[in-house]
């Protein structure tokens, strides 16, 4: 954080993990950097006596962005009614300070943001109240709320653990076999693809181990030539689907006592442009 009269270098060294901050809290790196954008233009904007005033320019500049996100979750929930289809967060790649879940996350806009700047960033409930203008208490309320939430797709499996399910659900899924796929499937398995509207997808999720192995075979068989990498997604193992050179699917896991319990696909273009040229 900064201190009084911050110099432009340590007021623009905050920038990455702002965007950090407002991707976990939006799931659009578009998005985070506009929000974050935003932030430094308002900071820019106060008087050079009001900046000389503020103790720490990275608080000052966290608490901007978070309710710039915040405002943008308020507003996201009226869009995304209108989203055709089921609304994913945007996988990168190779990004291991980024969200490290396809799908886990608080969905109500307070919730995330007190869960995510106290769980993930370790901001005190006092900070986090002068964000959502609430109390510290109620604000230790929405965290632990969220933490619930969240718990339930909790993945307590390693790194390890959790390639070599995906890799055998690749080699699987490759060999269309389905009775394979089934018992890496947790029979209560859930998959949410996400095609906005823009490719082909199923728009409700997929529930059921059988039910998700077929749909995972058929696909298969309507897109001959598909390609399967294995690859980093938001920072664990996922798998990259790629078509003439042209990755069309990226999918990421949550993995529990060997099985798959979510499958979360995103087939939407506009959310692959990280892996452009990126799955090499």
């Not at 985070?32 to 720490?56: F, H, K, M, N």
């Not at 993945?155 to 890799?167: H, I, K, L, N």
């Not at 099985?259 to 090499?280: F, Q, S």
């Amino acid at each position: 954080m900064g201190t009084v009269g911050a110099g432009a270098d340590e007021v623009a060294g905050e920038r990455r993990q702002l965007i950090n901050i407002a991707y976990r809290l939006l799931g659009s790196v578009a998005e985070a950097e506009d929000a974050v954008q935003a932030a430094y233009t308002r900071w820019y904007g106060l008087p050079p006596s009001r900046r000389e005033e503020i103790l720490s320019p990275g608080a000052w500049l966290t608490t901007v962005t978070s309710r710039i996100c915040l405002d943008q979750l308020r507003s996201a929930r009226v869009r995304r009614e209108r989203y055709v289809g089921a609304w994913l967060p945007e996988p990168l790649p190779d990004r291991t300070t980024w969200d490290q879940s396809g799908g886990a996350r608080p969905s109500r806009p307070a919730e995330r943001v007190a869960f995510v700047l106290h769980e993930v960033f370790q901001y005190p409930h006092a900070e986090i109240a002068g964000v959502l203008g609430r109390t510290p208490a109620a604000c230790k309320q929405l965290a632990a709320s969220a933490r619930r939430r969240v718990s339930i797709a909790h993945t307590p499996v390693t790194a390890a653990g959790q390639a070599d399910v995906v890799r055998r659900v690749k080699e699987a899924w490759e060999t269309k076999d389905i009775a394979a796929l089934i018992g890496l499937l947790n029979p209560a398995a859930v998959m949410t693809a996400d095609g906005g509207g823009m490719v082909g997808t199923v728009l409700r999720p997929v529930k059921g181990g059988a039910r998700i192995a077929q749909y995972m075979t058929a696909i298969a068989d309507k897109a001959p030539g598909l390609e399967l990498l294995e690859r980093s997604v938001n920072g664990v193992p996922g798998l990259v689907a790629r078509r003439a050179s042209l990755v069309v699917t990226v999918a990421s896991f949550d993995v529990f006592d060997g099985h798959v319990t979510r499958i979360w696909a995103v087939r939407n273009p506009e959310k692959l442009r990280p892996w452009r040229g990126r799955t090499g």
